[in-house]
């Protein structure tokens, strides 16, 4: 068995709406060990994205144990929580979320950015980067003048630039055709045969084969 | 990562181009008019600064218990400084000065020369470096001249001119003058103004002989340097015992008159007043006042106009940063912390700040010229080039970008990742923040703007106030020639007699209004009348003084045709007669030293001091061989402009040489006009400029507001709804913050208006329309602004709005 990456430990996630509470995720039980690829599956409002955003440590559990490569990240201050998600979690989502402003280039370029990495050796890693995601020639094009798929790769060039151990997919091809969703998901496939891990949020049975495991929620539980 | 920013910073800017061009526009206009009003604040701050012993020149003055209360008064006499100085201890240096006009000649040159006459000491306390000739006594001798470098170049061009003898009329001969030493110009910022500089005892006989040893003929200033070891407080306590010594008939009199005398129980008291406050004291109204209200007031419009176009900048980054907020949530997820968002939205600010800056500088070089004409100023941006004053404002500047930038900049940068991500705003307590800048910028326009209206009508009714003397068909000029004054009336009147258009010509020793050369002087005198103290004004008139102003006699006569005979005669004022209380006025005299005066007439009062002050007690002699400096010439009223061609050709015949400076009475009165004038165009444009700021702001909020509501009003139009109710839904938001900045602004605009209106005894009443006026200015022009993008997003068709949700 391979080093564990993260387990949550009966984490859940509850909210206030006005006076009563509700549970967005349910005591989840979860381990992962580094080279898995894990699918998240269940009906919309199940819980999927509150799951990986806190994952993600975009969001905190309200109650429970989160161990991320062994560190305590329920008992964690924000500055800290950000610095690890910054060196090992990578996010791929559904809406692409490219800044408009800036260029492919520059967008697969920002996170090297925030680490403070030289400015040499950012131009190789996105150099490196393009090349490999065959996008070269679209480096100085901006997001709006891309197709989806075009997109959804930037996307994860970006989220693969500063090498993380995990990135987290929230349903990655759902805004793309069957052909282009069906490169995506070869891509992760290629990715995580490389020893990257994902965990991937989708709807689509297909796309959940990909993975090594799957996982079903439904109303914040896994079942 | 600074290139990255600056990137995205100039994209952003070039995306939202119609937002940055509303700010880059208003705060250029804003800092443009800022620079120059800080400016204008600093110079006239900075006036009798540049004296190295600046901190302790004082003019002394006195403070006397009269009728009304305390009364100020600069005036000295002859023996009064030198006997200070003798008597009481710590003033380290002091010197006389008057100052006033003379006729210079060299060679067939004539010259116009505003002159200083002081005492040997004034090149000590003042700092007016000698640059050229005698450095220790240049004015020692009485026939010693000092010039400044520009007079000396005006009479001697490139000639040198140390040694060089010119002549001074004085009490009607040619006197000679050796040029001893010149002086360097000095600082604009000078209120003593001068080309030449004489001894005081070369003054003519009857400024200076004839008061030589009199203690009762004040007709100059006194300035002095104490001594740095003495308070000022401490000094003016000292002179108590001086003041008994020599003042001891004045005090006894206000004793004998029952005035009251000062809290330390003293009739007159010797005071100082520092150098720099000279220039902003006021003597006319009871105890000297020093204020500098005005500049202030000219910095403080320069801040709010500053204020205004911040806000508008405030709101707009606001409002726009919610089309950012994806952006926001994507960095934050990439790893961008707080600060490093902070800072990349606080650079994008600081530099549409940095643009406007610029810009606005140059707007300022641009607008200087204009500047200084119509405020009469010689300010200019080297004027702010002072290091402290410079560190002072690069400072402020970092406050307002750190400010108005840093605070949306905060705002986004605190904002969470996932709500930020999902492009969600809590936008319901910004709206508030939002919504009370612009009830303040509104405000601060409206109080500018009702300031404005009750400024202009003040000086509308001062203008156009029926003075009680014939403003309109009367020129007036001053005998400014080598005649003396007898002879040119004399002369004038010969050439002017058969000319049908000139109805007749007199003359006075004192202007009304303020005349195109620009001096005047008053004479009050003071007398015993049934054993109590009376002052007055005294003018000594010419024949048909009365007939040529159409002052109106209510009793008795006016002075005959032969004023010889008139000579003992004299015709008082209402005021004078009330304070004579006679039973019969036109039995009684008055005794002067010299002569007894019998009242032969009483005019009407009429305003012959500004309209800041009640009429005086005034009394009219026919003095014979007086000097009389102003004549007046009434003129018809049929072509007042040949009438003024013609008196200005008979002038230039009878003295070719001196210029010809007349002007009709009521541009004499508007002159005097001048500070209120200036004072309206500055709040005047300020408003102008807080207004289009303001709506700025508000053109900017429509924008926004109609794209945030585009499918709310393509619902409700799908619904039903008509044009008008849409244009009102979209409106009624903005009319209600108008109606609220003015229920503000007013009263506090009444409270400003009604005190400043304090300082003139004949003011208008203030009126509620002048501020329903302003406020009704405000909302049309408001109104104006928003309509056009509410009445097209209100007339569009609702399936195009629906479609690009
Ligand atoms: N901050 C929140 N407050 C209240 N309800 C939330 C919040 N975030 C998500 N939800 C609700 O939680 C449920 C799960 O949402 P989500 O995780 O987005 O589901 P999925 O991604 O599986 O569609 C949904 O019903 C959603 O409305
Ligand atoms: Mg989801």
Redesign the interface.
Known sequence: MKNKLLSLNIASKTVNLGSHKIALLDKIDLQVHEGEFISLMGPSGSGKSTLL?CI?M??RFTDGGYTFLGEPVHSMKE?NR?RL??EYIG?V?QAY??????TVY?NI???L????IKSSERKAMVADMLDRFNIVGKKDLFPMQLSGGQQQLVGIA?ALI?KPKLILADEPTGNLNSKQSDEIMELFAQLNEEGVTIIQATHSESNAAYGSRIINLLDGKIV | MFKNYFKIALRNLWKNRTFTTLNVVGLTAAFGVAILLAMYTVFQLSFDRFHEHGDEIYQVYTEDSGLNGIEANISKSEPFAAALKDEVAGVEKITRYISTGVLLSQDDKQFDMSTAYVDPDFFEIFSFPIIKGDTKNPITSESSVVMTELAAKRIFGDEEPIGQTVSILRDEQQVPFTVTAIVKDFPNTSSMDFDIVLNFKSQNEHAYARTIGRWDMENHEVYMQLAEAVQQEQFEKNTTDFTQLHYKNVIDNAKRDGFQPNPEGLYRQLKLLPLADVRFANFNQGAVTVSRTMPYLVLGISILILFIACVNFINMSIAKSAQRLREIGMRKTLGANKKQLFFQFWGESILVFLISIGLGILLAVFLLPYFQTIFKTQASLATLLNPSLLLVLILSVLLITLIAGGYPALLMSRLGTLQSLKGKLDVHGKNHLRNSLMVLQFGIAILLISGTLVLWDQVEFMRTKDLGFNKDQVIAFPLNGQLNDQQAIELLRNKLQDKPNILSVTASNTILGLGKDGSRSTSVLGFEHQGRGVDTHMVVVDADYIETLDLNIIKGRAFRKNLASDSLSVIINEAMAKQLNEDDILASQIDLDDAVYSVVGVIKDFNFQELDQTIAPMTLFALPNWNLRNVYVKVSSQNLEQAYTDVKAAWNSIEPNAEFQGSFLNENIDRTLRHERTMITMIGSGSILAIILSCIGLFAMSLLIVAQRKKEIGVRKIVGASVSAITILLTKDFLKLIVIAFLIASPIAWWAMSKWLQNYVYRIELNIWMFLGAGGIAVVIAMLTIAVKTIKAATSNPVDSLRTE
Request: charge should be negative; hydrophobic fraction near 25%.
């Open positions: 955003n993600g975009l969001d500055k950000s998600y910054k996010f989502f979320h490219l800044i408009d402003e800036l520059e370029e920002t996170p950015l925030y680490k403070n970006r500063g």
